[in-house]
């Protein structure tokens, strides 16, 4: 029951943006302290075009639920999802297809409903809506989910998913965990991106928001996001990075953190006084509200050149009950305990896979990463979109790596294996930090960066890392026990959709258990001279809008 397809082309229209200045308040009049929105794990998720002004700018984006951040998807350890994806997008300067990944849920047997466009779907188109249903067994901790569609998330469509552990081995150490002590950091764009997209090299970003709101240089003095604590308290900090570019500095003025957290992996507790965050990166920190009663700037700061805090710039408020409602007066630093991912644990002391020497994996792949005229290559091969989706290819009967599309991008993986992939930062590939996710797993970091030697014996695992900078080799390990075809890409959106992507077609022989939980709805999603039918028959996942 096989589908031969061929997409068609989506056309981006020239950019715009609204360019009338105005205070967000005009748009929404959410107080700047309030808690996210929240849905459950059934739920519909609209996808809108709306004018918002987080930072002061107007400016029509794309957003989950018409708001930014989008809402938290607020779910408990062993949840069932089933979440509707409607696509109500009506903006014709920016792109009117869609899809929504869901960031670090590992998609057991349900590859189909990763959400990454043309790897594991056709988009969505306008009017329509497909229907994504999985679990994530055992998984708990700090995810969220963005737009996998061209650099769309960079218009606004990414929000936090969080599985919550009612027998979290960290709960004595917190008082508080809830929609009110999560904390999104994001950059912000006053040009829609296809205007973006045609920028071969650094793109800048306009802002810099924390829980959806900043200002940028010469704006208004927009609303600044509020996190409210009670003096005595500890909380648990879910400090989530939205980026679709910059990796940013996270501290808290006078506060250190204490890390439990890492990517949905429980860690040793590891206190720090700064913390990197990369995009598509992810951290619980508990924080003790032991200083006096009082406001406390939050900075978060890019790696971007000629950062500051003047004005506001980059900055949130941690208000203590009691305090006044003005700006703090608080200093930065001193800054002496310094984050060392080498010294992140897992909690559980999850083993690592295979013979405990670099190379000595049953399978082993170097990813060299370059620049060339502005695009990204790796192994010199710059990624593109395939014609039809990976997962489809695989199901309709290509039977050698080589038959796989994109050419030269996919890399086809046997079933349980242990994988070693090494990144080796040659200077080459420009815009570093790179972080570099992999969909579909969780990986063992055995060599970080900013390190020479392996560790094998408790090292992090995660699913978004650093590659550092030049000199470094960050190696990572799985298991291939997950069927299906596996982005991994820089999450940096700017260079992914400059080809800085490969995918992991994975235990192929397995696929018939991804098989026989596809919908017929799943093909439906691309254009075809032939009838859905063809693929397979099941539920229906999607619907026309009317």
Not at 136 to 143: H, K, L, V
Not at 316 to 344: C, M, Q
Not at 345 to 360: D, Q, R, T, W
Not at 512 to 531: M, R
Request: proline share 8%; hydrophobic share 35%; aromatic share 8%.
């Amino acid at each position: 029951m096989f589908l031969r397809t061929a997409l068609a082309g989506y056309l981006l229209a020239s950019s715009h943006a609204v360019s009338v200045e105005i205070s967000r308040s005009d748009y929404d009049d959410s107080p700047s302290n309030a808690a996210p929105s929240i849905i459950q794990p059934v739920t519909e998720l609209v996808i809108v075009n709306r004018v918002i002004a987080p930072d002061g700018f107007a400016r029509s984006a794309t957003l989950a639920g018409g708001i930014f951040p989008g809402p938290l998807i607020k779910a408990q350890k062993n949840d069932k999802f089933s979440i509707n994806v409607v696509n109500r997008l009506h903006d014709k300067d920016m792109p009117l297809s869609t899809s929504v990944h869901w960031h670090g849920i590992q998609q057991k047997k349900t590859n189909w409903a990763d959400g990454a466009s043309f790897i594991t779907q056709c988009p969505i188109p306008q009017n329509r809506s497909f229907l994504h249903e999985f679990s994530a067994p055992n998984q708990t901790g700090t995810f969220w989910y963005h737009s996998h569609f061209s650099t769309q998330y960079c218009d606004g469509l990414r929000g936090p998913l969080v599985i919550y552990d009612p027998e979290d081995p960290h709960q004595d150490l917190y008082d508080v965990d809830d929609e009110s002590t999560i904390i999104t950091l994001s950059d912000w764009y006053h040009d829609p991106t296809p205007k973006l997209n045609k920028i071969l090299g650094p793109v800048t970003y306009n802002s810099t928001l924390i829980n959806g709101l900043g200002r940028y240089r010469g704006g208004p003095k927009s609303p600044l996001s509020v996190i409210n604590v009670e003096q005595g308290k500890r909380y648990r900090f879910r400090v989530l990075g939205l980026s679709c570019d910059p990796s940013y500095n996270f501290t808290i003025d006078g506060h250190t953190m204490t890390i439990i957290e890492a990517d949905g992996i429980e860690t040793v507790p590891e206190i720090v006084d700064s913390l990197p965050v990369l995009a598509g990166q992810r951290y619980s920190v508990v924080v003790h509200a032991n200083q006096p009663v009082d406001n406390y700037w939050v900075r978060a700061p890019s790696n971007f050149a000629n950062q500051t805090f003047a004005g506001g710039l980059n900055t949130a408020i941690l208000r203590y009950n009691g305090a006044p409602d003005e700006d703090p007066t608080s200093s930065p630093g001193p800054y002496i305990l310094p984050f060392n991912e080498a010294k992140l644990a897992s909690l559980l002391s999850i083993p690592v896979p295979g013979f405990h020497e670099i190379g000595k994996a049953d399978v082993h792949i170097n990813l060299l990463a370059a620049t060339v005229n502005g695009l990204f290559r790796i192994n010199n091969i710059s990624y593109h979109n395939p014609p039809t989706p990976v997962l489809l290819q695989m199901l309709s009967g290509a039977r050698h790596p080589s038959d796989l599309l994109p050419s030269g991008s996919v890399y086809e993986l046997p079933s349980n294996k242990v994988v070693e992939i090494t990144l080796p930062n040659t200077g080459l590939a420009l815009g570093g930090p790179h972080p570099i996710h992999l969909h579909g797993h969780t990986f063992a970091v055995i060599r970080t960066s900013g390190n020479s030697t392996a560790n094998f014996v408790n090292p992090i695992w995660r699913d978004t890392v650093s590659m550092g900078s030049t000199g470094d080799n960050v190696t990572i390990r799985f298991v291939t026990d997950n069927s299906g075809p596996w982005f991994i890409h820089c999450h940096i959106d700017f260079h992914l959709n400059h080809g800085f992507a490969v995918v992991m077609a994975e235990a192929r022989d397995q696929l018939a258990d991804v098989n026989a939980s596809i919908p017929a709805s799943w093909a439906s999603l691309c254009p075809s001279k032939q009838p859905s039918s063809q693929f397979r028959l099941g539920s229906s996942n999607t619907t026309t809008l009317t």
